[in-house]
């Protein structure tokens, strides 16, 4: 399994480069998704991989859609290069664990966020109005406190280098219309809730997540990357203790190692120190280990 920052697969059309993903269009009804080791933080793409990234991620995403089957559609069609079209057979190495074909959707132009804990801009913001995202909280919550219920906080969905925005539920079902975002609320919430007290017998808290979802010809489908510790905040349920930020299994270390040596969250970003990088793998692995209950394949 090498490292693999960036790919050019010649047979095919790069449809785009994101942060950490290449898409590549296979045909007008499929796409070839390759999850990179690329990582970002506060949506600038830093200049150091971490070695076996884009695997963790994928496999996580497989193993959560797979698991979420009869509460949504997703796109999915293949995860095996042995499936993939004959084209492809060249690049299976590198394909092999970290890409997907899948079907076409329409991205909707939200992210559906859904927060279980208070922390991170949300803490944030309810420190500041007693509010997250128009959602009026108790008062006297502490740092870290899990919410009584799960609450939908949607955003905008940014371009690369721009920053995904907070807005409120009336803003995003103007964008969506009414009927897609009761559905995309109510699947947020109900697929939130069900990798919760999975990820609670596993070990692990998950704070807050965000999903993508899409249409196609036959509805709402599931899409992107699903509960991986990119999209996600994951805390170990040992020592759990509101009135504090958690120790996390995801790229929150990366985000507080980069606030503590003062990052003005603008490119370039700086270079990863290699303890950095390492303990950002394991972290990932555990997170990994953790959720699927298999053993990462080094």
């Known amino acids: 399994m090498n490292v693999v920052t960036t790919t050019d697969i010649k047979e095919y059309p790069l449809a785009s480069r994101g942060k950490v993903r290449d898409i590549y269009e296979l045909s007008p009804e499929t796409l070839l998704i390759v999850t ?3 990582l970002s933080a506060f949506d600038v793409v830093l200049p150091d991989p971490i070695p076996h990234k884009g695997i963790i991620l994928n496999k ?4 959560w859609m797979n698991r979420f ?4 559609d997703n796109h999915l069609l293949a995860t095996d290069p042995a499936d993939f079209p004959a084209a492809l057979a060249p690049y ?3 394909l ?3 890409a997907v074909v899948v079907k076409k959707a329409r991205p909707l132009p939200i992210e559906c966020i859904v927060r279980g804990y208070i922390t991170g801009s949300g803490w944030k913001d309810y420190q500041a109005t007693g509010s997250v995202c128009g959602h009026a909280l108790p008062e006297g919550l502490a740092e870290s406190a899990m919410l009584a219920e799960p609450i939908f906080t949607p955003s905008t969905k940014a371009d690369l280098g721009s920053h995904d925005e907070n807005i409120t539920l009336a803003k995003a079902k103007d964008l969506v219309g009414a009927d897609i975002f009761n559905q995309v609320q109510d699947i947020s919430i109900a697929l939130y ?3 919760r007290d999975h990820a609670r017998q596993c070990g692990i808290l998950i704070a807050d997540t965000k999903f993508e979802f899409g249409l196609t010809d036959a509805g709402l489908v599931l899409i992107d990357e699903v509960l991986t510790p990119d999209s996600s905040r994951f805390w170990p349920a040992a020592g759990y203790q509101p009135g ?7 790229k929150q270390y990366v985000r507080d190692w980069l606030t503590d040596i003062g990052f003005n969250k603008k490119p370039p970003a700086p270079h990863l120190p290699e303890d950095v990088i390492a303990r950002t793998r394991s972290k990932y692995i555990e997170a990994y280990e953790f ?3 298999a053993k990462f394949e080094r």
């Not at 996580?60 to 193993?63: D, E, H, L, M, S």
């Not at 089957?69 to 949504?72: C, K």
């Not at 930020?245 to 995801?250: A, L, N, V």
């Open 36 to 38: 990179t080791d690329r």
């Open 60 to 63: 996580i995403t497989i193993f």
């Open 69 to 72: 089957a009869g509460m949504i």
């Open 92 to 94: 299976a190495d590198m």
């Open 96 to 98: 092999r664990g970290r």
């Open 193 to 195: 809730s069900a990798a």
């Open 244 to 250: 504090r930020g958690q120790p996390s299994f995801d």
């Open 291 to 293: 959720l699927t209950g």
